[in-house]
């Protein structure tokens, strides 16, 4: 990880690369905008004889969700990406990964959905199934994207949870940016293979049932099971994250007070205002507040499960709190505010809910900082910014 690895990659070659040093043994994808790039520079390698992995095509978003459940199933290690209705088109898959307890890892490149028809960033895809049971990454950038993703590879083949990793659409998907890929040997230090154990897998040898059917006297204790598993799991989360920093020889943000692979924070002690945010959009608020000595901002790397308690340690040092984010929950707020909200945070200030960026819409250097400004004075707790 020397400064000479650096290459200047669109994000989706990135991770499409750093998916290939990883080897997975089944991928199956269906294109989507914008998660095409990704999967067609995978299909790429497979054609050119530069990967290992059986690349199944699939006729929908289903199938390709179906395919990778089934392979598994099998105990192989797979990959999978989408996006806004084609991730709502395998929600009935997605669901079921999690409850079979498979180790899936697929990319959502973060996209609206319809209807108005809008191919552009924003978060109501991921947060339509943000209660499926699968771990959700959120990345802010390119490097932290192809980090992710060796990250939930370990996550998931340790806990058998399945994992995605979000990057905003068109903003780190189609964006060129410098990076560094690790190479497979690296990899392997950190994810060996995957070798899943006898019972964990269908396998004729021995026979295990998956996807059984469940009557009332037992279908609670296996979602309760999967709620505390996905509880359990940030610790694991913030060990392997170390871990994977150190083997990648990730040197830590001097301008990060707290940065333990949930949650990422940077600003003062005892800030006036901090932000909350989930991918992309982090870049757009550090640059808004570099000059702002009472401000912080706090963004969310983990947002299933929820990292409550670090989340509270931090807010609580705030007279005000601004949750900023590209998705609503039609009726109510945004959906990241309302978890921020169960937290019962005792503020001198307000928490407020700002909605920006749906559909694509520009979030602008200016538009943060008029949320700051709005953010101690007494007014409606949820506003959409930057309307027209």
Same mark, same amino acid.
């Given at each position: 990880?020397?400064?000479?690895?650096?290459?200047?990659?669109?994000?989706?070659?990135?991770?499409?690369?750093?998916?290939?040093?990883?080897?997975?043994?089944?991928?199956?994808?269906?294109?989507?905008?914008?998660?095409?790039?990704?999967?067609?520079?995978?299909?790429?390698?497979?054609?050119?004889?530069?990967?290992?992995?059986?690349?199944?095509?699939?006729?929908?978003?289903?199938?390709?969700?179906?395919?990778?459940?089934?392979?598994? @199933?099998?105990?192989?290690?797979?990959?999978?990406?989408?996006?806004?209705?084609?991730?709502?088109?395998?929600?009935?898959?997605?669901?079921?990964?999690?409850?079979?307890?498979?180790?899936?890892?697929?990319?959502?490149?973060?996209?609206?959905?319809?209807?108005?028809?809008?191919?552009?960033?924003?978060?109501?895809?991921?947060?339509?199934?943000?209660? @499926?049971?699968?771990?959700?990454?959120?990345?802010?950038?390119?490097?932290?994207?192809?980090?992710?993703?060796?990250?939930?590879?370990?996550?998931?083949?340790?806990?058998?949870?399945?994992?995605?990793? #979000?990057?905003?659409?068109?903003?780190?998907?189609?964006?060129?940016?410098?990076?560094?890929?690790?190479?497979?040997?690296?990899?392997?230090?950190?994810?060996?293979?995957?070798?899943?154990?006898?019972?964990?897998?269908?396998?004729?040898?021995?026979?295990?049932?998956?996807?059984?059917?469940?009557?009332?006297?037992?279908?609670?204790?296996?979602?309760?099971?999967?709620?505390?598993?996905?509880?359990?799991?940030?610790?694991?989360?913030?060990?392997?994250?170390?871990?994977? #920093?150190?083997?990648?020889?990730?040197?830590?943000?001097?301008?990060?007070?707290?940065?333990?692979?949930?949650?990422?924070?940077?600003?003062?002690?005892?800030?006036?205002?901090?932000?909350?945010?989930?991918?992309?959009?982090?870049?757009?608020?550090?640059?808004?507040?570099?000059?702002?000595?009472?401000?912080?901002?706090?963004?969310?790397?983990?947002?299933?499960?929820?990292?409550?308690?670090?989340? @509270?340690?931090?807010?609580?040092?705030?007279?005000?709190?601004?949750?900023?984010?590209?998705?609503?929950?039609?009726?109510?707020?945004?959906?990241?505010?309302?978890?921020?909200?169960?937290?019962?945070?005792?503020?001198?200030?307000?928490?407020?809910?700002?909605?920006?960026?749906?559909?694509?819409?520009?979030?602008?250097?200016?538009?943060?900082?008029?949320?700051?400004?709005?953010?101690?004075?007494? #007014?409606?707790?949820?506003?959409?910014?930057?309307?027209?």
């Amino acid at each position: 990880m020397t400064k000479r690895n650096k290459q200047i990659l669109e994000g989706s070659r990135a991770i499409a690369l750093v998916v290939n040093n990883i080897a997975p043994a089944v991928v199956s994808a269906y294109p989507i905008t914008p998660q095409t790039h990704i999967v067609e520079d995978l299909a790429q390698f497979k054609a050119d004889g530069q990967a290992s992995y059986e690349y199944v095509r699939a006729e929908s978003e289903f199938a390709a969700a179906s395919i990778v459940l089934g392979a598994s @199933a099998t105990g192989v290690r797979t990959y999978s990406a989408t996006s806004s209705q084609g991730l709502l088109l395998m929600s009935e898959v997605i669901f079921n990964i999690a409850g079979l307890r498979l180790p899936i890892v697929m990319t959502c490149a973060n996209r609206s959905i319809s209807a108005p028809i809008n191919i552009w960033n924003d978060h109501s895809d991921v947060m339509s199934i943000r209660d @499926a049971g699968w771990i959700q990454l959120f990345a802010a950038d390119h490097q932290e994207a192809v980090n992710q993703h060796i990250l939930a590879y370990k996550l998931a083949e340790q806990l058998r949870l399945p994992v995605m990793v #979000n990057v905003d659409g068109f903003i780190l998907t189609h964006s060129y940016a410098p990076v560094i890929i690790p190479d497979a040997g690296l990899i392997k230090k950190y994810l060996p293979d995957y070798s899943p154990e006898k019972g964990a897998y269908l396998d004729p040898e021995q026979p295990v049932t998956m996807g059984a059917f469940f009557t009332p006297t037992h279908y609670m204790e296996a979602r309760s099971d999967l709620h505390e598993d996905l509880l359990e799991s940030l610790a694991l989360i913030k060990k392997e994250y170390q871990a994977l #920093n150190k083997i990648l020889a990730i040197k830590s943000d001097q301008s990060s007070r707290i940065d333990n692979g949930l949650v990422e924070y940077c600003g003062p002690k005892d800030p006036e205002t901090i932000l909350v945010s989930l991918g992309s959009i982090a870049g757009t608020i550090r640059e808004a507040i570099k000059d702002m000595e009472k401000i912080g901002l706090l963004k969310i790397k983990v947002y299933r499960p929820f990292p409550r308690l670090e989340l @509270a340690e931090i807010l609580a040092k705030a007279k005000n709190v601004a949750v900023i984010e590209k998705a609503v929950s039609l009726g109510q707020s945004g959906p990241l505010y309302s978890d921020i909200s169960s937290l019962g945070l005792k503020t001198e200030g307000q928490i407020k809910n700002y909605i920006v960026g749906l559909g694509g819409r520009d979030v602008t250097v200016d538009m943060i900082k008029s949320i700051i400004k709005d953010a101690p004075e007494n #007014n409606a707790y949820l506003k959409f910014i930057g309307k027209i």
